[in-house]
């Protein structure tokens, strides 16, 4: 079956320091790749996400490609900010549209 | 519109009661989740609705849970007969039927069995 593997957390960080959670998965087929992001008391939120191999998916400074020779997709950020506190969860689709989530990395960034 | 709510927020209840959690998914989207996310894990899958049918259903969801979406819109989930091991954060989303499209969750209602 599917399944996702991501870094461990918490990682801590200074502001502007440049950021990496890991991520790695199994699956059977072409699955679309995502990262989820939940700040302190919201709902889950879409942050990015790549539908096919090579594909980089962007948004509020961070990256991710879609590496399917090494079932990679690896959140980068060049420079954090304190509000980017928060957990992270990579995720991908099965049938129906249905995600499968790795188990979240938290993200604390410090002045 | 509001996005996708959840009702209530909070539930604690007696290990042995039922209880009800309802989604109201974002207006137009056809397709709605249910998943499962205890402490420190991700979100797991329990199942999905398109319209009315539900289409799927995750070996995780036994006997004693149950849903509904019965005009297509609105949906609940039932637990019957809770356990401790029903204590978790429920969440809904919901999306556009369509390969790779969007979901949007709700808030989540957290359980607490005692």
């Known amino acids: 079956g599917n399944s996702v593997t991501q870094m461990e957390g918490p990682v801590t960080l200074s502001e502007e320091a440049f950021l990496t959670i890991n991520c790695t998965y199994t699956?059977?087929?072409?699955?679309?790749l995502f990262w989820y992001v939940q700040y302190p008391g919201e709902g889950l939120q879409l942050l990015l996400k790549?539908?096919?191999?090579?594909d980089k998916g962007s948004n509020k400074g961070f990256e991710a490609t879609y590496r399917k020779e090494t079932t990679s997709f690896h959140l980068e950020k060049g420079s954090v900010q304190v509000s980017d506190s928060a957990v992270y969860f990579c995720a991908l689709t099965g049938g129906g549209n249905k995600l499968t989530f790795g188990t979240g990395t938290q993200l604390k960034v410090e002045l | 519109d509001t996005g996708v709510s959840q009702d209530p927020r909070h539930k604690i209840t007696k290990r042995g009661q039922n209880v009800t959690f309802r989604c109201d998914p974002i207006?137009?989207?056809?397709?709605l989740y249910w998943y499962r996310q205890t402490l420190g894990q991700g979100p797991e899958f329990l199942t999905y609705f398109q319209n009315e049918a539900q289409l799927e259903k995750s070996r995780l969801l036994s006997d004693r849970f149950s849903a509904e979406r019965p005009k297509g819109s609105f949906s609940t989930l039932e637990i019957q007969r809770t356990e401790q091991g029903d204590s978790a954060m429920y969440l809904c989303?919901?999306?556009?039927?369509?390969?790779?499209?969007?979901?949007?969750f709700g808030q989540g209602t957290r359980l607490t069995v005692v």
């Open positions: 989303a919901s999306s556009l039927a369509g390969q790779n499209t969007e979901a949007f």
């Open positions: 699956a059977t087929g072409y699955p679309s």
């Open positions: 790549a539908t096919k191999a090579d």
């Open positions: 207006s137009e989207h056809n397709r």
